[in-house]
């Protein structure tokens, strides 16, 4: 397939690396607002177009595909020109800024008949499909509470629009906790129904932006999750416990970009520990991306998917605004 990426992002270059290891994929051109940006990234890159025209780049059918990792309010609009030039669509989380234009996104890629995901990686996990698996088997009876831990210290690089542009998207609620309801969907295969939550700056973030958050949620079938997104936890290890009425399955370091992780069944038996495959993450959502685009099945993550998670981050910001708990659209 044919590639274009808009955004001259750092996780573009990511990306890229990972498409480059899968067959048959030409990785051909950039645009960013910048022109001097777009023609260095395309250098350092290995694509041969550099554009800051979003029109002109997409002109004439280049592109199969697109990977859209602009900054997030840029989301809707950028998707919609792709998906009328006719690109199938990876975009990134969060899928858009309002539940309007997310469910607009949606539609028009059903109408075009293209494919739209959304990149959220840590489905692609061996971690968290062994814990999907189990937990849909029955292994640890029925599923009542979940305590997610995603707190990370943000890399001094990424201390930029995330911390102080709520504009663009910033906030650890729409960065991290979009991540963390997508997987808890993924797992329990049950929709987030009402959200409450707390937001707090801890040091990092400025004006109205958190950096701190923590939230419960109601899933379908009285599952009770309790979350935590953070920037500012240095050295701290990301958690992820399903308690269920026979047993418990308890993953450390699975909330990650690296595709690792370690995963302990706990039940009447006892606790062992269940090996963890290492997984690049991004090369296996972009592989089953490209596959969908064929026709060969569905991507990790779909649009729709991108939506209610999207959908369930901004109830969660507007009960930390107005103290409340809020249903989610
Ligand atoms: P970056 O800050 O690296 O890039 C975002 C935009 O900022 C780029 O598109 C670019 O705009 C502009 N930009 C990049 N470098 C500079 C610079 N040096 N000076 C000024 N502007 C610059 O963001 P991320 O790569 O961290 O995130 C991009 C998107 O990807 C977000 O939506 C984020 O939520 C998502 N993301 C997803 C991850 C995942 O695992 N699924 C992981 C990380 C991010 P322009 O296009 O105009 O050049």
Known sequence: MRWGFIGASRIAERVIGSLRQLPG???????????AR??????????????????RFL??????AVYVSSTNEQHCAQTLAALAAGCHVMCEKPLAMSVADADRM???AAARGRVLATNHHLRASDCHRQMRTLIASGAIGRVHGVQVSHAVYLPLQLQGWRLDQPQAGGGVVLD???????????????????????????????????????????FDGNVLAQLHQS??????????????TEGNLYAQGSMTQAGAGRLWLRDAQGERELPVQ??????AGFS????????????????????????????????????CRQDIA
Do not use: K, W
């Open 176 to 218: 991290i906790l979009v991540h963390d309801v997508d997987v808890l969907r993924f797992l329990l295969q049950a929709e987030p129904r009402h959200i409450y939550t707390s937001a707090a700056q801890a040091g990092l973030a400025r004006g109205s932006v958190e950096d701190s958050a923590m939230s419960v949620i109601e």
């Open 106 to 108: 949606v539609s028009d």
């Open 38 to 55: 777009a023609r260095q990234f395309a250098a350092e890159q290995g694509l041969t177009g550099a554009d800051t025209d979003l029109d």
């Open 59 to 64: 002109r004439d059918g280049r592109f199969d």
């Open 231 to 244: 920037f500012v936890a240095p050295h701290a290890v990301t958690r992820l416990h399903v308690l269920g």
């Open 288 to 323: 089953a991306f490209i596959r969908a685009c064929t026709g060969d099945g569905a991507p990790l993550a779909s649009g729709l998917d991108g939506a209610r998670a999207m959908a369930t981050a901004l109830a969660g910001l507007a009960s930390a605004r107005s103290g």
């Open 278 to 283: 290492p997984v690049n993450l991004y090369e």
């Open 25 to 35: 994929q030409e990785l051909v051109g950039v645009v960013s607002r910048d022109a």
